[in-house]
Nanobody, 124 residues
Framework: QVQLVESGGGLVQTGGSLRLSCAASGRTFSTYNMGWFRQAPGKVREFAAVIMRNGGGTYYADSVKGRFTISRVNAKNTVYLQMNSLKPDDTAVYYC?????????????????WGQGTQVTVSS
């Protein structure tokens, strides 16, 4: 198991940027694929981005592609989500999650480890 703590959320205007961070506990961070998900009020949790354990592969939801960038620094046990050109539709609680599957997945049900979430609000 790995414990995850997100930070970096806040209130930003349309077109602005935020960088979310997710700090992981333990010595096994580098063995996990790391994903970012988000959940808006009244909606299901949805996939945003994932990065493979070695940092070599990334995958994005169409809704964030070209605007969000996921990265990780294994030496710091941290994964980041750089969010640019934010829109009101990006308003949600953002969660990071860890998974050890051989092939990274976009299905939140497959992730066993979750952080508590950080609120991102984009005003119009």
């Amino acid at each position: 198991q790995v414990q995850l703590v997100e930070s970096g959320g806040g209130l930003v205007q349309t077109g602005g940027s935020l960088r979310l961070s997710c700090a992981a506990s333990g010595r096994t961070f580098s063995t996990y694929n790391m994903g970012w998900f988000r959940q808006a009020p009244g909606k299901v949790r949805e996939f945003a981005a994932v990065i493979m354990r070695n940092g070599g592969g990334t995958y994005y939801a169409d809704s964030v592609k070209g605007r969000f960038t996921i990265s990780r620094v294994n030496a710091k046990n941290t994964v980041y989500l750089q969010m640019n050109s934010l829109k009101p539709d990006d308003t949600a609680v953002y969660y990071c999650a860890a998974d050890r599957a051989v092939v990274p997945t976009t299905d939140p049900k497959k992730y066993d480890n979750w952080g508590q979430g950080t609120q991102v609000t984009v005003s119009s």
